[in-house]
C-alpha cells in the first residue's frame, strides 16, 4: 500500500475524520484543485468491501460503517436499540415507497388514522422530513425520507427499496386498482 | 346542489333608493342598467348570467367608485355587496349539476380488495425494511469521529442595499422612539413668589402689576407674566395684598394690605 | 483480503465504533474466547501505516486517528461569507452616515447598547477604524469608515451615501410617521 496516491489517502481520512457522511463536492472542496473523486471512492468501497468496516453510498453521501456481518459481535457498541413501533414503521415504510405522501394518503392506505406523535417520531429521528405542500384542495403537507434514512437501513438510493419493483409491477403503490381488476365499463385509460 | 335560494345579507331596501340617486349604471354587452336591478333579476332566475361578464362589472364598479372623487365608503360597500351576490350566483349558475353516479359493486369489490392488498404490500416492506441492518443497531459509525478542523476566514459580502436598509431601519427606530418633550426656559412659581412678595413690601399706593415684572427676554417674558399673575392671586388670597381691575383686559393693579 | 480471519475483522470494526480506545483486554472479552489479540494489533497497525488513518497505541490503549502527515492538509479553510449580523450592519450603516462616530453616538441612534464585540468585527474585517479622540469628557474614541470599506461597498465617496429623502423614495424607509409627528423640513444629515 505504499503507492497509494495522496488524494486516495486524504479522501480515506476525511471520510474516517468526518462526522457526517460526506459528498463527492463536499470532499472536492478539502482536496487538492482537480481531483477526480468519484473514482478513488469507487476504489475505496472496493478495498473496504470485506473488512471490518465498510464503505457505503446512502443517497450520494459516502461514509464507512462497521460491516453488518458482525453486528452480533458489537452488541456492546449499540448506541440506538431502540425499535420503531409497528405504526411508525409502517407510515416510515408508506412514506418511502410512495414518497411524496401526504398524511391523507398515509391514513388511506393504513386505515387508521396517523397520529402526529408517530410522524414526530420519524421526523425527529430524522428520517422523514415535511417537503412542501401538494397543489391540491387543503394544500396538505407532503412527506419525504432523508439521506439519513437511506444511511440508517444501508440503501444508497430509493430505488433499491426492497421489493419495489415488484410492488410498482403489480400496481400496489397506486391509489387505484390496476386495469385489469376494474370492471370493462370503465373507459380504459391509453397506455395503462 | 341545493336548490335552495341562498337568503343573502341583502342590503336594506332604504339604502337601495339612495344608491340609485348616485346612480351605478352597468352598460355592458348582455346587460344595461342598474346593479340592483341586475340583481334583482338574477335572483329571480329572469337573466341569464353566463351572458354578463363579471370582469366588465367589475372594471365598471371600480371606474364608478374611483370616479366619484371622495368615494363615499357605505355607498362603495353596498354596490360591493351586490356585485359580490351576482359573481356568486353566476359561479352557482356555471357549475355542473351532475348527479353522483351509484358505485357498481364490482368496482367497490375491486377497490376494497386492492386496499386490502395494498395495506398487506406496506405491512411486509415494513417488515423487511426492519429486516435490514439498521446504523446504530446492527452497523455502527466510527465511534470517535475526529471531526473535520475548518478555519474560518470572514468575508462577508458587501451588500449596499442590506446597508442602507440596515440605516432606514435605525432612522424609523429613532423617529419612532416617543416624544420627549423639550424643557423650556421658565420662571417658576417660586421664583415670582420671592419676586413679588419682595416687590409688594410697603407697596401703598395702587401699582400696575406688569410694573413689577422683571423684564425677560422672549419666552421668559411670558412666563415671567403667567408666574407673576398667579403669583399676585396667591398673595391676594393669603392677605397679603389687594388685587384690581377696572374692566375685562383692563390693567392688573395691586398693593400692599 | 478474502483470507481475513473473522477475529482480525471483528478487532478492527470494534476500534472503529468504538467510543474510547481500548485494551487489548478489552478487545478480548468481546472477542471469541482464546483470541490472542496482541499479533492481530500488530498486523493491523502495520497494514494501515501508509493509509490515511493509521492504528497507534497510547498508553496501553488502541484507537484509529488520522495520519499525523496529513492533519494539516485537511484543515479546510472556509470563508464565511455571511452577511453581517443586524447589529454590525446598522453600526457600520451609522457611522458611514455620521462619521466621525463616537460609540456613544451610536448607542444614541441605535436606540441600544453597542457591543465592543460588534466593532470589533467591523475593524477586524478592516471597514472601520478608530480614528483619534474627541476633545469632550471622557475624550471618547471616534470611528471612522475605512478606504477598504468604500471598496468593499464599492463607492467613490462617502457623499455617494444616498440622502434620507433617497433611502424614502426607495421604500427603504418605509413607514412614514404620522404627518403631525414630521418635522416639516428633513432633518439633513450631517457631512452628507
Redesign the interface.
Known amino acids: 500500500?505504499?503507492d497509494?496516491g495522496l488524494s486516495?489517502?486524504?479522501?480515506?481520512?476525511?471520510l474516517?475524520?468526518?462526522?457526517e457522511p460526506l459528498s463527492p463536492a463536499e470532499l472536492a472542496?478539502?482536496l487538492p484543485p482537480g481531483t477526480n473523486v468519484p473514482p478513488i471512492l469507487a476504489e475505496l468501497s472496493t478495498?473496504y468491501a470485506?473488512?471490518?468496516?465498510v464503505l457505503a453510498e446512502h443517497g450520494g453521501r459516502w461514509?464507512?460503517?462497521?460491516?453488518?456481518d458482525?453486528?452480533a459481535?458489537?452488541v456492546?457498541?449499540?448506541?440506538?436499540?431502540r425499535?420503531?413501533g409497528?405504526a411508525a414503521?409502517?407510515t416510515?415504510?408508506?412514506i418511502?415507497?410512495h414518497e411524496p405522501a401526504t398524511r391523507a394518503e398515509i391514513e388511506?392506505?393504513?386505515?387508521v388514522a396517523v397520529s402526529a406523535d408517530t410522524l414526530g417520531t420519524l421526523i425527529e429521528l430524522g428520517w422523514v422530513r415535511p417537503a412542501g405542500r401538494r397543489e391540491a384542495p387543503g394544500r396538505p403537507l407532503e412527506y419525504r425520507t432523508t439521506p439519513e434514512f437511506l444511511?440508517?437501513?444501508?440503501?444508497a438510493h430509493l430505488r433499491d427499496?426492497?421489493?419495489l419493483a415488484d410492488?410498482r409491477a403489480?400496481?400496489?403503490?397506486a391509489a387505484?386498482?390496476?386495469a385489469a381488476?376494474?370492471?370493462a365499463?370503465?373507459p380504459m385509460l391509453p397506455g395503462v | 346542489m341545493s336548490e335552495a335560494e341562498p337568503t343573502p345579507a341583502s342590503p336594506p331596501p332604504g339604502t337601495a333608493a339612495a344608491i340609485a340617486a348616485e346612480g351605478l349604471v352597468l352598460r355592458m354587452e348582455g346587460w344595461e342598467g342598474p346593479l340592483e336591478r341586475l340583481l334583482d333579476l338574477a335572483r329571480t332566475r329572469k337573466i341569464d348570467l353566463a351572458r354578463i361578464s363579471i370582469t366588465h362589472l367589475v372594471d365598471q364598479y371600480l371606474a364608478h367608485v374611483e370616479g366619484e372623487g371622495r368615494p363615499r365608503l357605505e355607498i362603495a360597500a353596498e354596490y360591493l355587496v351586490m356585485a359580490a351576490w351576482v359573481a356568486f350566483l353566476k359561479s352557482a349558475s356555471l357549475l355542473p349539476v351532475e348527479p353522483e353516479p351509484e358505485p357498481?359493486p364490482?368496482?367497490l369489490a375491486?377497490?376494497a380488495?386492492?386496499?386490502a392488498?395494498?395495506?398487506a404490500?406496506?405491512?411486509?416492506?415494513?417488515a423487511?425494511?426492519?429486516l435490514?441492518?439498521?446504523?446504530?443497531?446492527?452497523?455502527?459509525?466510527?465511534?470517535q469521529?475526529?471531526?473535520?478542523a475548518e478555519r474560518t476566514r470572514a468575508s462577508p459580502g458587501a451588500n449596499l442595499q442590506a446597508l442602507l436598509a440596515a440605516y432606514g431601519r435605525v432612522r424609523l427606530r429613532s423617529e419612532r422612539r416617543g416624544y420627549t418633550p423639550q424643557r423650556r426656559a421658565v420662571v417658576t412659581m417660586a421664583q415670582a413668589l420671592a419676586a413679588l412678595t419682595a416687590a409688594t413690601r410697603g407697596l401703598r399706593e395702587w401699582t400696575m402689576l406688569a410694573r413689577l415684572i422683571a423684564p425677560a427676554p422672549g419666552t421668559l417674558a411670558r412666563s415671567g407674566l403667567a408666574s407673576t399673575l398667579a403669583a399676585a392671586l396667591e398673595l391676594a388670597r393669603g392677605a397679603r395684598i389687594e388685587l384690581r381691575q377696572a374692566t375685562a383686559f383692563a390693567p392688573i393693579e395691586l398693593r400692599a394690605t
Chains 1, 3 share one sequence.
Do not use: K, N, Q, W
Open positions: 500500500m505504499s497509494l486516495l489517502r486524504l479522501v480515506e481520512a476525511l474516517f475524520a468526518a462526522r472542496r478539502r478495498t470485506a473488512r471490518g468496516f461514509a464507512f460503517h462497521t460491516a453488518p458482525l453486528a459481535a458489537l456492546h457498541e449499540r448506541v440506538d436499540s425499535s420503531l409497528r414503521l409502517e416510515l415504510a408508506i418511502a415507497y388511506e392506505i393504513r386505515g444511511r440508517a437501513y444501508d440503501l427499496l426492497p421489493g410492488l403489480a400496481g400496489l403503490l387505484e386498482p390496476p381488476l376494474r370492471p365499463s370503465e | 357498481e364490482e368496482a375491486a377497490a380488495a386492492h386496499r392488498a395494498r395495506l404490500a406496506m405491512r411486509d416492506a415494513a423487511l425494511l426492519d435490514r441492518p439498521r446504523l446504530g443497531r446492527e452497523r455502527h459509525a466510527r465511534g469521529p475526529e471531526g473535520l
